[in-house]
């Protein structure tokens, strides 16, 4: 069973430029959360998407926009790149469904490793 | 709002020592909580979790208690080894949807 699958892995961009990461979930899970995570940090929540809306999100710039597919696996994309984007950008699936619902914790994919120049 | 506080690292152990990585919250509700690792290069790996107040959750050798009447998750194992060599993080949940709010992680170095 495939876990949470994230590409790419690295990425490098120049300031300015627009970006796009990619995350399929976990197969049975329906809700797809992002993260970012500097270096020496623990990962910030960005937002959570389920059933292709976005539900829930932090402070983090509009800058930062995201979208969910009919098939569960959500997009981040970052626009007009900044030095300080660069981070572990983290994907973690959950089900919605159920009592336990996310208590019994994310299921987070490797990453991917964006480094804006 | 919701916050995690852990001891910083970076902790090096000897093969064998016991481990402690303290691990306070503040949460309004009933928080879930969890333990997270990561390995060089990796993504967090879910590592133990607790759901209610005197849980104690266990895996690979490691425990934390939840402890409602002092704000703690504290983990502990009682035998390091030298694969136990990552950054640990402490996190809770809470909330309808049940956002994850991580602490800044706890770099554990064990040497043979």
């Known amino acids: 069973d495939a876990g949470v699958t994230q590409s790419p892995t690295h990425l490098i961009k120049t300031r300015g430029q627009q970006v796009t990461l990619r995350c399929s979930p976990k197969?049975?899970?329906?809700?797809v959360s992002w993260y970012q995570q500097a270096l020496g940090q623990g990962p910030q929540f960005i937002f959570q998407?389920?059933?292709?809306?976005?539900?829930q999100r932090s402070n983090f710039p509009d800058r930062f926009s995201g979208h969910q597919f009919p098939n569960y696996s959500s997009e981040l994309n970052v626009n007009a790149l900044l030095l300080g984007d660069s981070a572990l950008y983290l994907c973690a699936s959950s089900s919605n469904r159920g009592a336990k619902g996310h208590m019994g914790g994310y299921t987070f994919g490797s990453g991917t490793r964006l480094t804006v120049v | 709002g919701n916050s995690v506080t852990q001891m910083e690292g970076p902790v090096t152990l000897s093969e064998e020592a016991f481990l402690t990585i303290n691990c306070t919250y503040t949460?309004?509700?009933?928080?879930?909580l969890f333990w997270y690792v990561q390995y060089p290069g990796e993504g967090l790996q879910l590592l133990l979790k607790a759901t209610k107040a005197d849980d104690k959750g266990s895996n690979k050798g490691f425990e934390a208690t939840y402890r409602k009447e002092t704000t703690s998750f504290h983990l502990e194992k009682g035998s390091v080894q030298v694969s136990d060599s990552a950054v640990y993080f402490c996190?809770?949940?809470?909330?309808?949807?049940?956002?994850?709010?991580f602490g800044i992680g706890t770099k554990l170095q064990v040497i043979p």
């Open positions: 996190a809770l949940s809470s909330g309808g949807y049940q956002k994850v709010t």
């Open positions: 197969s049975g899970h329906d809700t």
């Open positions: 998407y389920y059933e292709e809306e976005e539900r």
């Open positions: 949460a309004t509700g009933y928080p879930s």
